[in-house]
């Protein structure tokens, strides 16, 4: 097999004091934290949409990324890119890997082609994965490149896409079944609308809801055990998608029956998109028992697109990582970077510089977010704020045992003030400390 990284080896932890740029600083799978090994809490993950088959075109310039499998092209190119995508996996020691069924083999002209190169393409990845032991965090179906989902998929106007789109889903889901995915992902895509005045909207949410109950009930008819996701996301592609963020993904599941059979994969740069930040998306999931995985990326508060940049920011990956483990983690979910290397970086070990740089990220996040709940810091300060509900009216509120009239007649001659602090600025600066103390 060709080699098409020979100038990386392994990537090694060598502690925050090395300077080499192709190893871990704070990333050690083996280390100890709240009783389980690193690597246990961060389950990575590396797209292969991103990191394989992005070319570097934007809309304003060509494609300029350097690959070692440029030249080749359809099944010999997809094949090129399994080879390439398992060296990776191993020099960088991460255990799991994601994809769209577009990503790992190229589209026929009909839809029994397209399958059959995917067959062909899953039997050379399912061999890889026996020899190098990297499992598929999740899968999903590509519904919004072909000019075919130019109106959505489940929620286009025209019954035959739909149909195109179930059968599409049927085959990715025997796919996750074959190749042992731990979840499956939905993402919409062009799950949405540009303009209610050509818009059914009870019926695309209708049919959305249709959908997903098919392949609820699919994955139960072939055995498909995996945890069931969906990646809410605003906008973009369409103005206005219906699984917009954490909050109306939820109801949406409520609504139609289906919160029982799927959870939420929240990525870090729809919540910017969305107006809400990393940690209160992550925090309504987990609230509502729905927290299931994460798309470990960042975006640019001051662009209004999706920009997939790798996670650096430490204090998103901490308090990602806070919220995570007071969920519980997230298995079988994990971190998949949903992230790409800047078009600039165009040669292929700025793919390791990236990756290296993410897990760094989010692993300083997972020991000061360990150290923050081992102190009770936040949960102390709550405590204390919340306190005059553990006593008198404010027990009798949260106990159910308060009406209209009683708060009334609590009330009605008191005079009553805020005269406790916030304390926002001790917390941030108490934040600060422990980014900047934990070893």
């Known amino acids: 097999m060709a080699t098409y990284f020979p100038e990386v080896s392994r990537i090694a932890y060598e502690g925050r004091k090395s300077d080499n740029l192709l190893a871990f600083k704070y990333y050690n799978p083996q280390e100890i934290v709240l009783g389980k090994p ?121 019954a035959d896409v739909f149909a195109y789109a179930a059968a599409q889903v049927k085959k990715s889901l025997e796919i996750a079944r074959e190749l042992g995915a731990e979840n499956y992902v939905f993402w919409g895509g062009r799950e949405g609308y540009e303009t209610l005045l050509n818009t059914d909207m009870q019926l695309e949410l209708d049919n959305q809801a249709r959908l997903l ?70 925090r309504v999931s987990r609230l509502h028992g729905m927290l299931g995985s994460v798309d470990a990326n960042q975006g640019d508060p001051l662009l209004g697109w999706d920009t997939d940049e790798f996670p650096t920011n430490l204090y998103d990956t901490t308090l990602a990582m806070y919220e995570i483990l007071k969920n519980g983690g997230l298995q079988p979910g994990g971190l998949n970077f949903d992230a790409k290397v800047r078009r600039a970086s165009m040669t292929p070990i700025d793919l390791f510089y990236a990756h290296i740089a993410g897990m760094d990220s989010f692993a300083r996040g997972l020991k000061v977010a360990a150290k923050l709940l081992e102190d009770g810091v936040f949960e102390n300060e709550i405590a204390n704020r919340y306190e005059s509900y553990t006593k008198g009216i404010g027990k009798d509120i949260v106990e159910g045992k308060a009406t209209l009239k009683s708060l009334e007649d609590y009330v009605i001659d008191k005079r009553v003030v805020a005269e406790r602090s916030g304390r926002q600025e001790v917390l941030l600066a108490k934040l600060n400390q422990y980014l900047l103390e934990v070893e």
């Not at 080879?83 to 991460?94: R, S």
């Not at 963020?245 to 029982?260: C, N």
């Open 213 to 282: 109950q098919m392949a609820a009930d699919y994955a139960d008819e072939i055995g498909f055990r995996g945890q069931f996701l969906i990646e809410p996301k605003p906008k973009e592609p369409t103005k206005h998608q219906y699984d917009f963020d954490a909050q109306s993904t939820i109801a949406f599941l409520l609504k139609y029956g289906l919160a029982d059979r799927f959870k939420l994969n929240i990525e870090a740069n729809h919540a910017t998109l969305a107006g809400h930040t990393f940690q209160h998306e992550l």
């Open 38 to 158: 690193m690597a246990e809490h961060l389950r990575f993950a590396v797209s292969y949409w991103h990191t394989f088959t992005l070319p570097g075109s934007d809309p304003f310039g060509l494609a300029n990324m350097i690959r070692p499998w440029d030249g080749y092209t359809g099944m010999d190119l997809a094949k090129k890119r399994v080879e390439a995508a398992f060296e990776f996996f191993e020099k960088l020691g991460v255990e799991y890997f994601c994809f769209h069924d577009r990503d790992i083999a190229p589209e026929g002209d009909t839809l029994r082609e397209s399958n059959r190169n995917l067959d062909e393409i899953v039997g050379m990845i399912k061999e890889y994965m026996k020899s190098t032991g990297v499992k598929l965090l999740w899968n999903t179906q590509n519904m919004f490149s072909n000019p075919r989902f130019a109106h959505g998929a489940a929620t286009s106007p025209d």
